[in-house]
């Protein structure tokens, strides 16, 4: 006979006949008599379980990195945005808006704003500029005109001119800009794409790119 104690109770006997191989019921209904307590016997987990239960664990995360991935994706899907015959492909989250009446287009995010100018001949012209001029020279003046400089310039395949600069504005923000100045069906097309310069460093591709797929067809 076995003699257990266990601590802050009284000694507990056990026959040797309830501890021998395959008499684990015999054992609980001794105990389950000496204590007055039901005993449950909690069977050990095999490896198939811990195996299944590792998959399941796989699975569910795999499933919400899914979502988060599917989630991005669909936040980050080009959608045309078309105003007359100008274009632009923007993810969805952008929002068309009129803010100023002087711009021919004007679109919104939670971090960019577009907007749009259109300068035709019956709007007429600065002094010592003239339609049909290459849109650099007009983006050189429209700097000088706005009194920044340009960090870089570009030349993009859809005909544009693109210049990037950081500028503040009259409420003291600090703004970047990337401008596309573009010569198309008898007018020039000046889109500014202006996000915060502290997010410079997310954007700056993205606006190149959007400034890339910039359409005008003709009238």
């Excluded at 569910?60 to 936040?75: H, K, N, P, T, Y």
């Excluded at 001119?161 to 500028?167: E, I, N, S, V």
């Amino acid at each position: 006979m076995l003699v257990v104690k266990r601590r802050g109770s009284r000694m507990v006997s056990i026959p040797k006949a309830a501890l021998q191989p395959g008499a684990l019921s015999a054992l609980r209904v001794h105990l389950e008599e000496l204590t007055g307590k039901q005993w449950v016997t909690v069977k050990p987990w095999g490896k198939e379980r811990i195996v299944l239960a590792a998959v399941a664990v796989v699975v569910g995360v795999g499933l919400l990195i899914g979502s988060g991935v599917a989630e991005d994706v669909q936040r980050n899907k080009l959608k045309e945005f078309q105003k007359e015959n100008y274009s632009i492909a923007l993810p969805a989250v952008f929002q068309e808006s009129e803010h100023d009446p002087d711009f021919f287009y004007e679109l919104q995010s939670g971090d960019v704003a577009i907007s749009v100018e259109c300068i035709t001949p019956q709007v007429g012209h600065p002094a010592g500029l003239s339609f049909g001029m290459s849109a650099d020279k007009w983006m050189n003046w429209a700097l000088k005109q706005w009194k920044v400089m340009a960090e870089r310039t570009a030349e993009l395949d859809n005909g544009s001119c693109c210049a990037f600069y950081t500028w503040v504005a009259d409420d003291g923000r600090s703004l970047f800009t990337c401008v596309a100045m573009r010569y198309a069906d008898d007018a020039y097309w000046i889109t500014q794409l202006t996000c915060s310069a502290d997010l410079r460093e997310k954007y700056e591709p993205q606006l190149t790119q959007w400034a890339e797929s910039i359409r005008i067809t003709a009238e």
